[in-house]
């Protein structure tokens, strides 16, 4: 058995690297000038930019390239699905469960969770490693990235460590499997566990991979404090971060809870993309602020996780009961895992709702549909977006609506995508 695991793991990591390289070999990707297609899109006059069909805004050949790479992605992306469902399942076929039971007997509980937490952790990395590994390497193939060897293994190690402090702490609830309702246990500690994630994680953890530093003085600055006033954001404080260092591609974002909420620019989008532009997009960051997507974000993801848990209380095979508990804990993490992947539609539905109204705020406070157009094409050129993906891609992966939605709603158009 332990010999067709490895052979299983061994084919997943084949998979995932022969279908980089396929995407890499079979998507002809032309050399892209960052600065051309912005001198395009840019010379592109208002009254096209507001009435023609998102395909022919984009440049035509990046957009078929794009839909050919974004195939070989999602082929990547379900096999990753099946290889996250799979390991806990490969854990007890490898009857590695049972050791669990045996592991350090004369070590304190909460030591002996920590240490299980810990493992099951580093066995769900050993399986998600390869598609870590391939989506960087595709990624600086295609030329979205420049993340180097060491940077990628600093980071990575880092991602590593705070998965296992993760498991270790989350396995403490192993401990409360012997309670009766043990779900509804676990759910009433997952509530402050999500704020306390919610608010570590911009403060200590994204430091460590990025750095954050307010934005100095500058006319855009002051156009968009202007913005944020007239949002209602009267304290909001403007960030930058160096996302260059991992990737080509241009982004915002908010986070943080309270008087630490930030809006952060990113230095590809504020180094590459004109004024107004990047006053749309802080627009939409603005818009997460002002509805407070944060902290509905934070609040959906612990009651989808609690109903998830709930579920698997109620769902619990009758011969994994009268289990050791640490026994148990793997057969309810598989359950967890094929809960999570079923679950992925649903948090992913609600994400681009809450993407969908950031949107249409950006209008109502910054009105310029141009530059939202503007914005959309270079995405799509830049990051090879696909216009239009198939619908159960956008269902399972999409956390954003399509980029052909989202520019013919700035149109104020029938959305061409379907
Ligand atoms: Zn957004």
């Not at 050949?61 to 070989?72: D, H, N, T």
């Not at 202007?226 to 954001?233: E, S, V, Y």
């Not at 950031?358 to 914005?375: E, I, K, P, S």
């Amino acid at each position: 058995m332990r010999a067709r695991v490895l052979i299983l793991w061994v084919a997943v990591a084949a998979a995932a690297g022969v279908l980089s390289v396929a995407q890499v070999r079979r998507c002809p990707h032309a050399t892209f000038d960052r600065s051309a297609d912005a001198r395009r899109v840019e010379a592109i006059p208002v009254e096209r930019l507001l009435r023609d069909p998102a395909a022919l805004l984009v440049d035509a050949r990046r957009q078929r390239e794009a839909v050919c790479i974004a195939g070989y992605s999602r082929a990547r992306a379900v096999l990753s699905l099946a290889a996250f469902v799979f390991a806990p399942i490969a854990f007890m076929l490898l009857g590695w469960h049972r050791a669990l039971e045996r592991l350090l007997p004369g070590a304190p509980r909460p030591a002996r969770y920590a240490v299980i937490g810990a493992l099951l952790s580093l066995w769900l990395w050993v399986w998600g490693v390869p598609f870590d590994v391939a989506g960087v390497l595709v990624a600086r193939a295609l030329g979205l990235s420049r993340e180097s060897a060491a940077t990628f293994l600093s980071n990575e190690s880092a991602a590593l460590g705070l998965q296992l402090l993760a498991g270790a702490v989350l396995a403490q609830a192993i401990s409360t499997l012997r309670r009766p309702r043990w779900s509804l246990r676990i759910a009433a500690v997952l509530a402050p566990f999500a704020v306390f994630v919610a608010i570590v994680v911009p403060l200590w953890i994204a430091p460590l991979f990025n750095s954050y530093r307010p934005m100095p003085a500058s006319p855009l600055r002051d156009a968009i404090e202007r913005q944020a006033q007239r949002a209602g954001l009267l304290h909001a404080r403007i960030f930058e971060t160096n996302l260059s260092a991992q990737s080509e591609l241009a982004n915002a974002f908010v986070f943080g809870f309270w008087k630490t909420q930030r809006i952060v620019v990113g230095d590809t989008l504020l180094q590459r993309y004109g004024r107004d532009d990047v006053l749309f997009v802080l627009a939409h960051e603005m818009g997460h602020a002002v509805h407070g997507d944060v902290y509905r974000g934070v609040f959906w993801s612990w009651l989808l996780g609690c109903a998830s848990i709930v579920l698997i209380e109620l769902l619990e095979p009758r011969r994994l009961r009268p289990l050791p508990p640490e026994r148990r804990a793997i057969g309810l993490l598989a359950m967890a895992a094929v809960l999570a992947v079923l679950a992925q539609p649903l948090g992913n539905a609600l994400s681009r709702r809450v993407e969908h109204r950031a949107d249409a705020y950006a209008l109502t406070l910054n009105g310029d549909r141009a530059a939202g157009v503007r914005t959309f094409v270079r995405f799509a050129d830049e990051g090879f977006g696909q216009l239009c993906p198939p619908r159960w891609a956008t269902l399972f992966f999409g956390t954003h609506p399509p980029l052909g939605e989202r520019i013919a709603f700035m149109q104020n158009l029938p959305d061409d995508c379907h």
